[in-house]
């Protein structure tokens, strides 16, 4: 078995034009949030209340050195007789990517909440109360769960999880630095 690794792996090196690396781009981190991600929330009744769902998740790589930045867009809704709301509501994180061998994913540290902007801008107040709910799921789910994960069924990604030391963040992709 081993040996019939090593001759894929030599094969694939030779097809790839001798490959120290592999790359995953912002679009393919932002997809697989996007799936992995599944947060609505309801709390109140059917008069005063406050619905919340995390819409859409997109990653943006290397506009800062080795940092990979977060935007999560979600829909806010307010329920009360005098004046119902709808909102939304955009939070932005950075942190430093790490590969972890073992589990053949990557995952983040040193996460940082650096923006959260609302819009209308009024509606910051009414959906305060919500506010450190979301914060708190989106950075649970940040610090802990893989941001993505090489498929080991697939023999090519089970090769390269295989050869991955380390990863360097450049601006558009993260870079999978194979073993030597």
């Known amino acids: 078995m081993n040996l019939l690794r090593i001759a894929m792996l030599s094969i694939?090196?030779?097809?790839?034009?001798?490959?120290?690396?592999?790359?995953?781009?912002?679009?393919?981190?932002?997809?697989?949030?996007?799936?992995?991600?599944?947060?609505?929330?309801?709390?109140g009744n059917t008069l005063f209340g406050i619905e919340m769902r995390v819409n859409d998740v997109a990653?943006?790589?290397?506009?800062?050195?080795?940092i990979m930045a977060i935007t999560a867009s979600s829909t806010v809704k307010v329920r009360n007789p005098l004046m119902p709301l709808t909102a939304k509501l955009t939070t932005q994180f950075e942190a430093k990517p790490w590969y972890d061998a073992n589990t053949?994913?990557?995952?983040?540290?040193?996460?940082?909440?650096?923006?959260?902007?609302?819009?209308?801008?009024?509606?910051?107040?009414?959906?305060?109360?919500i506010a450190p709910q979301l914060m708190g799921f989106l950075t649970h789910f940040l610090e802990t769960q893989p941001v993505y994960v090489l498929d080991t069924q697939q023999s090519n990604q089970a090769l390269i999880a295989?050869?991955?030391q380390r990863i360097e963040v450049t601006p558009g992709k993260l870079k999978l630095i194979f073993k030597n």
């Open 12 to 43: 694939l090196l030779l097809l790839t034009g001798c490959a120290s690396q592999y790359s995953i781009s912002e679009k393919q981190l932002s997809n697989y949030l996007n799936d992995a991600i599944h947060f609505d929330t309801k709390q």
């Open 59 to 66: 990653v943006k790589l290397g506009h800062k050195p080795d």
């Open 104 to 129: 053949h994913s990557v995952y983040l540290r040193q996460l940082r909440l650096v923006e959260v902007a609302s819009t209308p801008k009024d509606i910051e107040t009414a959906i305060a109360p």
């Open 162 to 164: 295989d050869m991955t």
